[in-house]
């Protein structure tokens, strides 16, 4: 039987890789961001067409449907290695903190900032693919406008709360990815954080933007500033989240079994 490792070992694990992560050379880093936006829209676009078609016959369950239909979008960014802005949360932190002499501001910023820009981009292009008439079924595209215009218009509590939960999810997700060593373990832990953001409709800044760009070329009446205080309040919220509630709490408890032992 297989041993789960205990939380120092899961820590270990998560330094070690956030020296990779910061180590990514800026054509890697570029890379690996793109790959994870354009791949991520594939889990949208099928919350979208289900959404789409389930809604007009079965209503509010149709989220469900949906829900269930994102998932396999994360499981390629686990599985494929790709990373998203909010995947860099636990394990770079980690690595910084570990650090001797240094909190390593320069290359987090960096690497959050390269992420975060590449996903978009990667995002937008495949969008841009998607948005050709005739290319999605009928009813996608209203679907996707729906869907932003109840995020953009969202109040901004709500939206913050929503953000902090995607900020809370995925940074455990990262955690907890770091106790599996099985493919298909990391693949079911990855659907069912996929499952649940997209049910609670808990916002992770990058799938929440591109979800907007979505309603965007399909029509939705956003204006600029609203997309703009969207991605700031929802930034923010998954920082408090993953940073300020599930990485500083495990960094402390490592640090913590690391006095004890001492």
Known sequence: MTVAPDPS?????AVAEGDRRLGQSTLELASTGFIAGFTVVFGIVALGIVEGILEPAIGDV???AGALAFGPGVVFLVVGRAELFNENFFDPVASA??????????PLVRLWTVTFAFNLA?????????SVEGALPPGTGEAFVRAAEEIVHRRTPAKFADAFAGGVLVTLLSFLLHAANAVG?????????GFLLALGAFDHVVVTMLHV???VVFGAGIGLAGVATTTAVVTFGNLVGGLGLVTLTHVAQAKGAEDSDG
């Open 9 to 13: 070992e899961i820590y270990e694990r």
């Open 62 to 64: 149709a989220t469900i």
């Open 97 to 106: 903190v570990e650090a001797s002499g240094t909190w390593l501001v320069g």
């Open 122 to 130: 990667g995002g937008a292009l495949v969008i841009g693919v998607f």
């Open 185 to 193: 373990t990391r693949a079911f832990l990855a659907y069912l954080v």
């Open 213 to 215: 760009l979505f309603g």
